[in-house]
């Protein structure tokens, strides 16, 4: 098992192609599992906008409360749009998080803002969707603690089946 672990960790989500967004971020950047809260999920699960299958590869849970069923060294990091946050790009990620996002028609509540480690928002002009922000977090994470790999064949791998696009050696006049 690796020394980092991410979950992900959505309360009440509302939009399905956030949900599975979401879910394919977590694929992409090495989250372990995505917990969630509520029942709007339900609705969600039958939409494929996961059309890598990653869902099939990581753990999903409903939970009744979104800090049920913790790990004792999982530190809770609140991502959301509130007074004295610290902004991601100044944030240090920890080796393992429970990354708490809110619903896209409400905030995160104050009482679980109040038992985070951490509360981190991104410096935006204006406010970004579920998954955009999901994405960029673990994008950050991924950088940050040097999870992702950068050679070709990872390039490769990683790509669409349809893409051998390449760049050619540029001649400097």
Do not use: W
Not at 145 to 154: A, F, P
Request: aromatic fraction near 6%; charged fraction near 25%; charge should be negative.
């Amino acid at each position: 098992m690796s020394k980092y672990q991410a979950t992900i960790a959505l309360i009440n989500p509302k939009s399905p192609s956030n949900v599975g967004s979401a879910l394919r971020a977590a694929g992409c950047f090495q989250a372990q599992q995505l917990v969630f809260t509520g029942e709007r999920y339900q609705r969600a699960a039958r939409y494929r906008t996961d059309t890598h299958k990653i869902g099939e590869q990581i753990s999903q849970k409903h939970l009744q409360h979104i800090l049920d069923e913790r790990n004792d060294d999982e530190q809770i990091v609140c991502v959301d749009l509130v007074e004295g946050a610290t902004p991601l790009t100044d944030f240090e990620h920890p080796a393992n998080a429970r990354y708490v996002f809110g619903p896209e028609d409400g905030s995160i509540s104050q009482d679980i803002i109040d038992r985070a480690e951490h509360v981190v928002y991104l410096p935006t002009q204006g406010c970004l969707n579920l998954a955009a922000t999901v994405n960029i977090v673990l994008y950050d994470r991924a950088t940050k603690l040097n999870l992702v790999e950068t050679s070709d064949q990872q390039l490769k791998q990683s790509r669409d089946i349809n893409n051998q696009t390449k760049v050619k050696a540029r001649v400097e006049a």
